[in-house]
């Protein structure tokens, strides 16, 4: 069903999502102080929800919102909380190749622009998708089933890997 | 859809933010805390409040006009801007629980915000915003009492939120869909799903009782506010409507427990032997006494070993006492009460904090 | 004007530069890997705008989105697993710190 | 109108942006009516009564990690559930089997961990 007849509408929402998830990320890599960091990564992992959304994937949308603003940022600020970065002290965050490292982000930055614009991709406009949740799992039972079976294997051994690492020698 | 649709739908969105947010304002907060103190009065033998309105009806909203105009105290050590978003972030979190909870039917039109595709996933990733809100309020307030609490907080809700999730798996699985509509339609034509292939139905939904229970830290869940131990853990140092807010959020997504366990075990708004609405409100208000008083203030807490040898602030802070103004040694303060007592003993006496060097 | 791949593109592009230059120039090994999260969102959302306009009908872009999370669920789980344990042997969490291989 | 993925999340968008507004209108409303007055032992940390004793951001016991590291992996494993659980049905028994073989092979990451005792609370 083609909903665009109101461009302006969805241009308008995806700038402003844009900015809810840049302006964030740039605080996130800039702040002095890190749980300030840490927090700002969720209007930005909102953001991209927001995109999702407007990409018409919802149940990816909602992944993002459970996933990355409910468990990973938790994970990160329980780590900053257990070592030395929750004592809130200002001490220097970035090291001495800031300017090295904003050549690198800005000159990346470019080469991929510069890829996106010379390429001339495949539009498919012909269809304006109802993707579901059914769909997604379908395809992760049929097509994709090895991948499926093998983020099993992945999780194990990243959960039994996790474990031995953190924990204290006894 | 026209430009003029969109600003129909948005202005649409506005209104009924405001409905629900007055909702859970006047009906979840207000009235909940009313029920929960005149309940846990009647269970203890005590009277509850009786004196503000009949039957001390008006109480909350006195407490509440008294919050408004309590001083907001901001610890000099505190993080000033995540001290005052948390509070915040965790009252939008309880309200966007609502937008996918239907309310009942009128006609043939469902009573509903808007009926997600995904609405229980959407349910289980708004209530997990809440830990990072908690989070980030115990750690801003820098005090002791407020991280340890906030850190506990934290852990207890991601532990319950795989149990919680696996309960709303088993209705998905049965109904096969996520909608919560459609979940309560699956029920029309089959029966409700607490009594569906016995006795899974029923283990189901008491694994999600207990952990709604624990996702809103109630009694017998409520280490993480113990007030012996942690003076009302991540929220010690939070005055006033401030305050106010954290509750707001922990009554708006406790509620939104509930009316869930409605939905996905008790069919929703369809009984027919009642009316659509009566129903749901009777189901509802069970849920809510079970959520909130079964495991009511007076039960005791799941009990704690002591800390690891080992971990550093924690062993000095279990074993320390931790009497604020507001405790009792040897009986124990309903847990409203007390934390109520405490930020407004804190609010209104500058004093109330004991000793002050040379004062 | 309508809102196309590019237009996501961009913003990837550009929210992949600021994690890249969060994880080049941050001391703290936490900020690095909050660098690479960000990098990792802006992949997914190549992915899903991919999915979304080059081959609408299939879902092949969000079932790798989703194995991505995953793989940044990981990551994340492992490499702050590593934090903690650097910690607790060096008492320090800053990566120009961590010298103790080097000579 | 169809029932449109954007329209549905207007909404949340909406619920999110105004009741962020509501929230913080008390907030407001506070700063306008409540008295002030910094006196320096109010602002001061609450301890008991006692005087405050270093920063509260100290650090604490690993085990909290671990708590947050588990509940990561299996919200991940949730994830999958839930798409499996709408269509299962619709799809042959190897579809039961394959989840089966997803959630054994997870299973036994859990058995470790309970084994080693990072489920035991703090």
Redesign the interface.
Known sequence: MPEARCPGGELGAFIILSLVTLIPAVVVVTSGNIVRSALSLIPTFLGVTGLYILLHAEFVAGIQILIYAGAITVLILFVIMLTQGGSGVRIRQINEQVPLGAMAAVWLGFLILLVVFRTPWQIDATSVPQYNVSSVGTAFLTDYMLIFEVTSLVLLVSLIGAIIIARREE | MTARDWLEEIGKAILLTVVVFTYLAVVTAMLGVYLERKISGWIQARLGPKHVGPQGLLQTIADTVKLLQKEHITPRQADVLIFNAAPVLVAVAGLLDWVVIPFGRLGDRVLIVRDLNIGVLYFAAMASLTVVGILAGGWSSNNKYALLGGLRSASQMLSYEIPLAMGILWVAMVAGTLSTVGIVQAQSINRWFLFQAFPFGFLAALIFLAAATAEVNRVPFDLPEAESELVAGYFAEYTGMRFALFQLGEYAEAFAMAAMATIMFLGGWLEPSLPAWLWLGLAFVAVVVVVLLIASPHMDAVDVPPPAPGSTTESVLESAPAGGPAQSPDYRIPHYDCTLMVAIARSSKPDARGPMPGG | ???????????S??????????V?????A??I???I??ML?AV??NL??F??????????G??F???I??????????G??????A??SL???H??EINVMKW | MPPNVVVDWLYVGVFAIVGTIMAALPLAVVWLLAPRADLPQKTLTYESGVIPFGQAWAQFNVRYYLFALIFVVFDVEVIYLYPWAVVFRRLSAFAFVEMLIFVLILLVGLAYAWRKGALEWV
């Open positions: 004007m309508q809102v196309g791949l590019t237009h996501y593109l961009v913003v592009t550009l929210l992949f530069s600021i994690g890249l230059y969060g080049l120039t941050r001391r703290n936490v900020a890997l909050m660098g999260e960000l969102n997914n959302i899903v705008a999915n979304r306009y080059i081959a609408p009908g299939a879902v092949g969000q079932t989105a989703l194995v999370i995953t793989l940044a669920a990981c990551e994340a789980a492992v702050l697993a590593l934090v903690m344990a910690y607790r008492e320090t969490i990566v120009d």
